[in-house]
């Protein structure tokens, strides 16, 4: 199993980004798809969750700015980031939950300016 993750970039804060993983091989059903995050200096934070039904869950953090949607056929999962803050700066994991295992992409930085 294989993640890319792509999207990641420089935006001033109120800005937005649209992070994009894509899970491989595509003859796979992933259970789960998921977020999290990394800060320097800072313990990895869990962003969004979104399950093989489309139940959606969230950091109390991004609530009500990011939107996590997952695209089946295509295996891909997004993360859509509006009204970014210093704060959201960090690089970010995406993941996909297959038979209760984790796989991980390579992750993507996020760098939000004041």
């Known amino acids: 199993v294989q993640l890319q993750a792509s999207g990641g970039g420089l935006v001033q804060a109120g800005g937005s980004l649209r992070l994009s993983c894509a899970a491989s091989p595509s003859t796979l059903t992933f259970e789960q798809y998921g977020w999290y995050r990394q800060a320097p200096g800072k313990q990895r934070e869990l962003v969004a969750v979104i399950t093989s039904g489309g139940f959606a869950s969230y950091a109390d953090s991004v609530k009500g700015r990011f939107t996590i949607s997952r695209e089946n056929p295509k295996n891909s999962v997004y993360l859509q980031m509006n009204s970014l803050k210093p704060e959201d700066t960090a690089v970010y994991y995406c993941?996909?939950?297959?038979?209760?295992?984790?796989?991980w992409g390579q992750g993507t930085q996020v760098t939000v300016s004041s």
């Open positions: 993941y996909a939950e297959w038979f209760q295992r984790h796989y």
